[in-house]
Every structure is written in C-alpha cells, then in structure tokens.
Nanobody, 125 residues
Framework: QVALVESGGGSVQAGESLRVSCAVS???????LGWFRQAPGKEREGVAT????????VYADFVKGRFTISQDNAKKAVYLQLNSLKPEDTAMYYC???????????????????WGQGTQVTVSS
C-alpha cells in the first residue's frame, strides 16, 4: 500500500486555473492513480486517472479538455491541472489508488482502495 497526500487546493475566481498535487509515498508497479471529487450534497465522481507504468490517462466526459492529469518522472506525485474553472467545479478533490490491475482497468469508474484526505477547491463567480 501507499500513503496519498493531496495539496494545492484553494479559492479562485471563475475562469482561473489551479493545480492540485498528490504525493505518493512510494513508487510501485501496477498501480492506478486517480483524482475524484465530491461536492456538498452530491455523490463522489471520478475525474481522471493515470496508470504510471505506461502513462495512459482516462478522463470523465464532463472534463471536456479543461483538466489534465500528469505524473512526475519518479512516479511519486500525480497532478491535476484545473483550467477554466467554473463554480460547479467547487468540491473536495481526492487522490486515490488501485493496486494490481492492468492499465485497461484504470478508469474513473473503477473501484479504489486507498484514499487521501482531500484538498478543497472553491470557485466563485
């Protein structure tokens, strides 16, 4: 298992950008890392995932090119670049990990077993 620690959240105006980060305690093979979000009163939803072993990324349909998931070369950090933010993007953003699966199962709708504590993103109009 790994420890996941998110950071980088904050308050911005609509149209601005923000990058949230997830520090991963160690690099291991066959790990899938994802970003999720949960707004007050709403269910948690998957945003984007990355499979560090091959770099394949998958995005939820609602992202529509505004967000980009990436990793550092050491595979010990995953980032989510949030551009053109909207008030409806306001949520707690979580990093999560899924272990021992192949790249084709690394998607925002899969099940994840390890979660970070979250970082709050607030977008005002």
């Amino acid at each position: 298992q790994v420890a996941l620690v998110e950071s980088g959240g904050g308050s911005v105006q609509a149209g601005e950008s923000l990058r949230v980060s997830c520090a991963v305690s160690r690099s291991i093979p066959r790990i899938c890392l994802g970003w999720f979000r949960q707004a007050p009163g709403k269910e948690r939803e998957g945003v984007a995932t990355i499979y560090p072993d091959d770099g394949v990324t998958v995005y939820a349909d609602f992202v529509k090119g505004r967000f980009t998931i990436s990793q550092d070369n050491a595979k010990k950090a995953v980032y989510l670049q949030l551009n053109s933010l909207k008030p409806e993007d306001t949520a707690m953003y979580y990093c999560a990990a899924r272990f021992g699966w192949d790249s084709d199962s690394c998607t925002p709708t899969a099940s994840y077993s390890q979660w970070g504590q979250g970082t709050q993103v607030t977008v005002s109009s």
